[in-house]
């Protein structure tokens, strides 16, 4: 069923752009996280052209975590590991955060 659900979603991808969403059962996985102090100013020039700002937790503080998963067992795509660097943030253009 495994490779079944990867060719039905690739072609579907590739023809109409479409991400097709399947029920994806992760069965075993585990992961780290590391949440660090960062300053608020440089974390801002950093995101500047993004539409972004660092969400200011502490005067003139904000927070960086990194992320590390490993995905042991994935229906869809198989194990894998990943990496993500995430920073809270507000909206730059008004628009909702929720």
């Known amino acids: 069923m495994n490779s079944l659900l990867k060719v039905y979603w690739n072609l579907v991808f ?3 752009g479409l991400d097709v969403s399947f029920d994806i059962k992760y069965n075993d996985w585990s992961f780290y996280l590391v949440e660090l102090k960062a300053d ?3 974390v801002k020039e950093i995101l ?3 539409l972004v700002v660092p969400k200011e937790i502490a005067p ?3 927070r960086l975590q990194i992320v590390a ?4 067992s994935v229906q869809l795509s198989g194990p894998y590991n990943e990496v993500s660097i995430q920073v809270p943030v507000e909206s730059l253009d008004g628009s909702p955060s929720d």
Do not use: P
């Open 48 to 50: 500047a052209q993004r």
């Open 40 to 42: 608020y100013q440089v």
């Open 69 to 72: 998963c490993k995905m042991r």
């Open 14 to 16: 590739n023809l109409t």
């Open 60 to 62: 003139g503080e904000t």
